[in-house]
């Protein structure tokens, strides 16, 4: 069975940071592309960051020296580093794993920054 947990989400004062851990099973591994989304409350899902199966980074311009995302092959785990936390940050966070034609999602997991 395919799953994607994610975990680490919180309520955090701006400025502060949370780091956020994506465990895959099944037969997720590190051929597959994954990545970090968001929906904020009132817009659409975007893009926040994916690592590449080579281990190449990329990163939505408004997190971009702030997100660090990782991956852990021995875990199968992903993770994503938020550092300098803005309140427009604020959004659910879902993990994402694809490899050809096939996508996977995670629950998702709230991040919610406010003082």
């Known amino acids: 069975q395919v799953q994607l947990v994610e975990s680490g989400g919180g309520l955090v004062q701006p400025g502060g940071s949370l780091r956020l851990a994506c465990a895959a099973s099944?037969?997720?591994?590190?051929?597959?592309?994954m990545g970090w989304y968001r929906r904020a409350p009132g817009k659409q899902r975007e893009l926040a960051a994916t690592?590449?199966?080579?281990?190449?980074?990329n990163y939505a311009d408004s997190v971009k020296g702030r997100f660090t995302i990782s991956r852990d092959s021995a875990k199968n785990t992903v993770y994503l580093q938020m550092n300098s936390l803005k309140p427009e940050d604020t959004a659910v966070y879902y993990c994402?794993?694809?490899?050809?034609?096939?996508?996977?999602w995670g629950q998702g997991t709230q991040v919610t920054v406010s003082s």
């Open positions: 994402n794993a694809r490899f050809a034609l096939v996508t996977y």
């Open positions: 099944g037969i997720i591994d590190s051929r597959y592309t």
């Open positions: 690592i590449f199966s080579g281990g190449s980074t």
